[in-house]
């Protein structure tokens, strides 16, 4: 069964100050690894799509990468509008389907 | 501006009452997908569809039914054998199997 561990659940920093968000998972046959971001009362919004083990990407403040059992998403000097719910997901191919499977995410607060 | 619509932003509900979540989207995706979200918890799937006419459950069915009749709709019934349906509703969709999934911006199920 495909299953995704995000770590740690809440994370708070102070304006400035890097850090790295973490995303385990378990995929039979992975089809692609996704970040979002999520404000509260809303729906996700897409930041990234990972494919293969040693493939980065970067958005502003944000780089994510993968390894073969986990992805990152580094969060580079932070400013308090990055505070959000960071969602990681998983695409695995289950009986000839696909599938997003979904962390439960890790809620980051920035504080000025 | 394309899209995903999802209406309406709240809905109260009785209990023993059926209750339809509407999906609609303008993005020429192929697949959708209905997820429930409750605190601290990550995206669950419920139904998801890959071409029209055809759906498939996903992990957390029960209580839930859907329908596809047109590409842009992806219609979401939660009747009365949902034990616990108060939650969040997110509707998704895909352009195909290997890219990201769009969400809308959710609809909140209360039920009173």
């Known amino acids: 069964e495909d299953q995704v561990t995000q770590s740690p659940e809440a994370l708070r920093l102070q304006e400035g100050e890097s850090s790295s968000l973490n995303c385990s998972y378990t995929?039979?046959?992975?089809?692609?690894l996704f970040w979002y971001r999520q404000d509260p009362g809303k729906g996700p919004e897409f930041l990234f799509t990972?494919?293969?083990a040693g493939e980065e990407k970067e958005k502003e403040r944000l780089k994510a990468t993968l390894t073969k059992k986990e992805s990152f998403l580094h969060i580079t000097a932070p400013k308090p509008e990055d505070s959000a719910t960071y969602l990681c997901?998983?695409?695995?191919?289950?009986?000839?389907?696909?599938?997003?499977?979904f962390g439960q995410g890790t809620r980051l607060t920035i504080n000025p | 501006d394309g899209g995903i619509t999802q209406s309406p932003k709240y809905l109260f509900r009785k209990e023993g009452q059926n209750v339809t979540l509407s999906c609609e989207q303008n993005?020429?995706?192929?697949?959708m997908y209905w997820y429930r979200q409750d605190p601290g918890q990550g995206l669950r799937l419920i139904y998801y569809?890959?071409?029209?006419?055809?759906?498939q459950k996903g992990d957390i069915a029960e209580g839930y039914s859907v329908s596809r009749e047109k590409k842009e709709s992806f219609p979401l019934t939660v009747t009365s054998a949902q034990k616990n349906p108060t939650a969040f509703y997110l509707c998704?969709?895909?352009?195909?199997?290997?890219?990201?999934?769009?969400f809308g911006q959710g609809t909140r199920l209360t039920v009173v």
């Open positions: 990972l494919y293969s």
């Open positions: 569809s890959q071409i029209v006419n055809d759906f």
């Open positions: 998704a969709s895909t352009l195909d199997r290997n890219t990201e999934a769009f």
């Open positions: 995929v039979s046959g992975l089809r692609g």
């Open positions: 997901a998983v695409r695995g191919l289950i009986q000839g389907a696909q599938k997003l499977v």
């Open positions: 993005l020429n995706h192929d697949a």
